[in-house]
């Protein structure tokens, strides 16, 4: 132990970090008008409430027989004659008495009809006065029939503000006659990472690697995170471990962006240059969360736009976007839902190294219902976030035995 040593700042609790980091998270004013096709995964500016009922008028969701009830009671098994033919998209007119009609799926039930009876339990028989059917029973009020409204009531709110748009829900707005859609605009940022060992596929061959060189991998992660959440990304690529280029890189990233996102540099060693660059330049707080993997992590502001710096180490990057980054960029598009959720599943393994930070293990849902550990919980092991489907959200100082109940939050609900 380094007696000289100040004593360390007490690690920041999960919760906490993303509470106070949501709190810088201003919802961006500027909103849009974009196409329903092209409205999905952004988040809705404003409610649309529906200006008709869905569906528009009662119809069948059956092909059979538009039939009045009563009249099949006293046909008492007699046939009754076809007395019309309603297609999806035509309009009947009112069923004359004793008589039913021929419906298909979507088309609106006639006046004086109160039930349809699917075509397979009628018989049919045609004669040149007309077709007849006979009925296997008697059928039920209302059955087969979708009701005028059962989906959505006229003047219902159906799509609200701080929604994220879902393939879904673009077809519900699709659904009210809405062809545009208003979203927030999108959140504009800066990725670079930082590092000197650093080198690019496709610049440098596998055989060519100097010593201590390695590929870089969160900057292919990272830009495509980003995109999936809606943001545009301008990649500034690789800024060498230099004060006055991480000073550079952060100028221009601070111009015209909501945010710049950086890797690497993030801890306090000689080559972590980050915090002296954001600090000459605007504010920044470092902080230690207490999780594992991921702990260094660092908010600040650079000229107006936003700064988070993410650790190097590629799963610890990996999984502090997913836990961090990833609701601040929805709360920055005013996504009021941003919780991750998770669900109870049993571990099919042990975690006998209980840590004491909450700990995010990479884990394979396998066909047995249970979770699979990856064997390799480092945090520079990117094969375990590939082979993993999820991670388990582990309370800090929790020992798991094969069996029991543990959270498990799943990557593809994380990465949509
Ligand atoms: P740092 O946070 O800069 O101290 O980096 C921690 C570890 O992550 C080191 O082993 C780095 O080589 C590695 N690392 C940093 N940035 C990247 C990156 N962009 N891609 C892959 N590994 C990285
Ligand atoms: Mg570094």
Same mark, same amino acid.
């Given at each position: 132990?380094?007696?000289? #040593?100040?004593?360390?700042?007490?690690?920041? !609790?999960? +919760?906490?970090?993303?509470?106070?980091?949501?709190?810088?998270?201003?919802?961006?004013?500027?909103?849009?008008?974009? =196409?329903?096709?092209?409205?999905?995964?952004?988040?809705?500016?404003?409610?649309?409430?529906?200006?008709?009922?869905? /569906? !528009?008028?009662?119809?069948?969701?059956?092909?059979?027989?538009? &039939?009045?009830?009563?009249?099949?009671?006293?046909?008492?098994?007699?046939?009754?004659?076809?007395?019309?033919?309603?297609?999806?998209?035509?309009?009947?007119?009112?069923?004359? !008495?004793?008589?039913?009609?021929?419906?298909?799926?979507?088309?609106? %039930?006639?006046?004086?009809?109160?039930?349809?009876?699917?075509?397979?339990?009628?018989?049919?028989?045609?004669?040149?006065?007309? +077709?007849?059917?006979?009925?296997?029973?008697? !059928?039920?009020?209302?059955?087969?029939?979708?009701?005028?409204?059962?989906?959505?009531?006229?003047?219902?709110?159906?799509?609200?503000?701080?929604?994220?748009?879902? /393939?879904?829900?673009?077809?519900?707005?699709?659904?009210?006659?809405?062809?545009?859609?208003? *979203?927030? #605009?999108?959140p504009k940022v800066a990725l670079f990472s930082t590092g000197d060992e650093l080198v690019m596929p496709g610049d440098v061959a596998p055989e060519a690697m100097k010593p201590g060189a390695i590929y870089n991998s969160n900057r292919f992660f990272l830009r495509s995170l980003l995109v999936r959440l809606g943001c545009e990304v301008t990649d500034l690529g690789i800024v060498p471990d230099r004060l006055d280029a991480t000073q550079d890189?952060?100028?221009?990233?601070?111009?015209?962006?909501?945010?710049?996102?950086?890797?690497?540099?993030?801890?306090?060693?000689?080559?972590?240059?980050?915090?002296?660059? *954001?600090?000459?330049?605007?504010?920044?707080?470092?902080?230690?969360?207490?999780?594992? /993997?991921?702990?260094?992590?660092?908010?600040?502001? &650079?000229?107006?736009?936003? $700064?988070?710096?993410?650790?190097?180490?590629?799963?610890?990057?990996?999984?502090?976007?997913?836990?961090? *980054?990833?609701? $601040?960029?929805?709360?920055?598009?005013?996504?009021?839902?941003?919780?991750?959720? =998770?669900?109870? %599943?049993?571990?099919?393994?042990?975690?006998? #190294?209980?840590?004491?930070?909450?700990?995010?293990?990479?884990?394979?849902?396998?066909?047995?219902?249970?979770?699979?550990? $990856?064997?390799?919980?480092?945090?520079?092991?990117?094969?375990?976030?590939?082979?993993?489907?999820?991670? &388990?959200?582990?309370?800090?100082?929790?020992?798991?035995?094969?069996?029991?109940?543990?959270?498990?939050?799943?990557?593809?609900?994380?990465?949509?």
């Amino acid at each position: 132990m380094n007696a000289l #040593r100040p004593p360390r700042a007490p690690l920041k !609790p999960l +919760d906490d970090a993303l509470i106070e980091l949501l709190g810088f998270a201003t919802a961006l004013s500027a909103v849009e008008w974009v =196409s329903t096709f092209d409205a999905d995964g952004r988040a809705l500016a404003q409610d649309f409430v529906s200006g008709l009922q869905v /569906p !528009p008028q009662d119809n069948s969701s059956m092909d059979g027989y538009a &039939v009045r009830r009563a009249d099949v009671v006293q046909a008492n098994g007699q046939a009754l004659s076809v007395s019309q033919r309603i297609a999806a998209g035509t309009a009947g007119t009112e069923l004359a !008495p004793m008589t039913v009609a021929r419906i298909f799926t979507g088309a609106p %039930i006639p006046a004086g009809a109160d039930a349809v009876v699917m075509q397979e339990d009628c018989e049919l028989t045609k004669t040149d006065t007309g +077709d007849t059917v006979r009925l296997a029973g008697v !059928p039920d009020l209302g059955q087969w029939i979708r009701r005028a409204g059962e989906d959505v009531t006229q003047g219902a709110v159906v799509l609200s503000k701080g929604e994220r748009l879902t /393939p879904a829900s673009i077809g519900l707005a699709a659904s009210i006659g809405l062809h545009r859609l208003s *979203v927030v #605009r999108r959140p504009k940022v800066a990725l670079f990472s930082t590092g000197d060992e650093l080198v690019m596929p496709g610049d440098v061959a596998p055989e060519a690697m100097k010593p201590g060189a390695i590929y870089n991998s969160n900057r292919f992660f990272l830009r495509s995170l980003l995109v999936r959440l809606g943001c545009e990304v301008t990649d500034l690529g690789i800024v060498p471990d230099r004060l006055d280029a991480t000073q550079d890189a952060l100028r221009a990233a601070a111009q015209d962006h909501d945010l710049i996102l950086t890797s690497g540099g993030v801890s306090v060693g000689e080559e972590d240059h980050i915090k002296p660059a *954001v600090q000459s330049l605007g504010s920044l707080d470092l902080w230690q969360i207490a999780i594992k /993997p991921g702990k260094p992590f660092a908010y600040g502001k &650079v000229q107006g736009a936003h $700064f988070i710096g993410l650790p190097g180490n590629p799963v610890s990057s990996f999984v502090t976007f997913l836990l961090l *980054v990833r609701p $601040f960029l929805l709360r920055l598009q005013g996504v009021s839902d941003v919780a991750m959720k =998770s669900v109870a %599943i049993p571990a099919h393994f042990t975690w006998a #190294r209980a840590d004491k930070r909450r700990e995010f293990l990479r884990v394979h849902r396998n066909a047995a219902g249970g979770l699979d550990l $990856f064997s390799n919980q480092s945090s520079g092991v990117l094969t375990s976030a590939v082979w993993g489907d999820g991670l &388990v959200d582990n309370p800090a100082g929790q020992v798991i035995q094969a069996g029991d109940m543990v959270r498990f939050i799943s990557f593809s609900e994380l990465l949509a």
